[in-house]
């Protein structure tokens, strides 16, 4: 555990260790606005060195799911102030996670006037939950036009500078799990003729000139992004693996150019080392690897060198003391499924720490 432990430092980014909170959805934002509870979730965490908080909506159009936190607006801005003061009392640095749904919502989720929009006109399988009628078939989206994707990207500009002015350290690109962004990657999601559609390059457009807008607008160093490659989430079909792995080289290049502080990989069993070689080639700022990573084999993750710092997500969901328990060997609680995103302080803020 020496190496998880220990504080982290690369190119200018530096943390108090090697740990990460990923981002998790919690649904706790009652209209949408951070708040007291929050404040209390997140304060409870600040083991981490770097927090990524739950997916938050950049536009009132990303709220595809209910009760997530948006920043797009004064009075959430003033609710992020008092999580990120809180986290900052632990020595702690805390990213938002900008985070656009797109077609994976339902229009009884967004605000009066909302439109559900996507990359293209191609609807969702599956359903979603909304407060107001329970589980609910996806939404149409109405694609995007190439005037919408322009004011879409100033829209995510707009959020990362408002998440500045909250106090964060910097913000997230979500450019995985099947949402907004990850749907203009895939070809199957993506039909468009314009400059965002067809070819690799421009598949990937909007998430460089977001990148790039952003990096200008807050500074390059603020800006992270995560993505999840052969991931099948959000209904996402799976394409030609070589055209998977060319699109994250291309990426990872493009954003090494950019020179945004870190990539975040959200890992699963259908991605060949091929596809993490080649990140790793392609990008030299910080890479951070979530998902299958325990206390036990954190380290052996680390020395591998893919992943500079990794993420753990349910660990500390359950165990608000996580990085304590690390450092004493001690076991963790279990998470409560059922509470996962229901409102209020059960199985959110109520899981015991340890008196060591």
Request: proline share 5%; charged share 15%.
């Amino acid at each position: 555990m020496n190496t998880l432990l220990t504080a982290y430092q690369k190119n200018g980014f530096s943390l108090k260790n090697h740990i990460v909170m990923a981002p998790m959805t919690r649904s706790r934002a009652i209209g949408n606005l951070p708040n007291d509870l929050m404040t209390s979730y997140y304060g409870q965490r600040i083991g981490a060195g770097l927090i990524i908080t739950e997916g938050t909506a950049p536009t009132p159009e990303g709220l595809g799911y209910p009760r997530i936190p948006g920043i797009y607006n004064d009075a959430q801005i003033e609710g992020w102030k008092k999580i990120t003061a809180k986290v900052h009392q632990g020595g702690s640095k805390i990213f938002l996670q900008l985070m656009h749904t797109g077609r994976i919502g339902h229009t009884d989720n967004l605000p009066e006037g909302s439109v559900l929009a996507g990359a293209s006109a191609i609807r969702a399988a599956g359903q979603i939950y909304t407060d107001t009628a329970g589980m609910q078939d996806h939404s149409i989206p109405v694609a995007l036009t190439t005037e919408g994707v322009s004011t879409l990207e100033a829209g995510f500009v707009t959020a990362a500078e408002n998440a500045i002015k909250a106090g964060f350290d910097g913000v997230e690109l979500h450019g995985a799990n099947g949402y907004l962004l990850e749907q203009f990657l895939n070809p199957n999601t993506n039909d468009r003729t314009d400059a965002y559609g067809g070819s690799i390059s421009n598949r990937s457009r909007i998430i460089l000139e977001i990148a790039a807008k952003t990096a200008a607008a807050i500074g390059k160093d603020k800006v992270g992004i995560r993505f999840s490659p052969y991931s099948t989430l959000g209904d996402l079909q799976p394409y030609d693996p070589n055209e998977v792995d060319d699109t994250y080289t291309y990426l990872a290049g493009e954003l090494n150019k950019i020179g945004i502080a870190y990539i975040h990989i959200s890992s699963n069993p259908s991605i060949p080392e091929r596809t993490f070689t080649a990140i790793r080639a392609h990008f030299s700022n910080t890479l951070i690897l979530c998902n299958g990573i325990t206390p036990a084999n954190a380290e052996a993750v680390l020395q591998k060198g893919f992943a500079d710092i990794v993420a753990f997500g349910r660990a500390f969901l359950a165990s608000p003391d996580f990085v304590t328990r690390i450092e004493k060997n001690a076991p963790l609680n279990q998470v409560d499924f059922a509470t996962l995103y229901t409102p209020g302080e059960k199985g959110y803020t109520d899981y015991q720490t340890i008196n060591f």
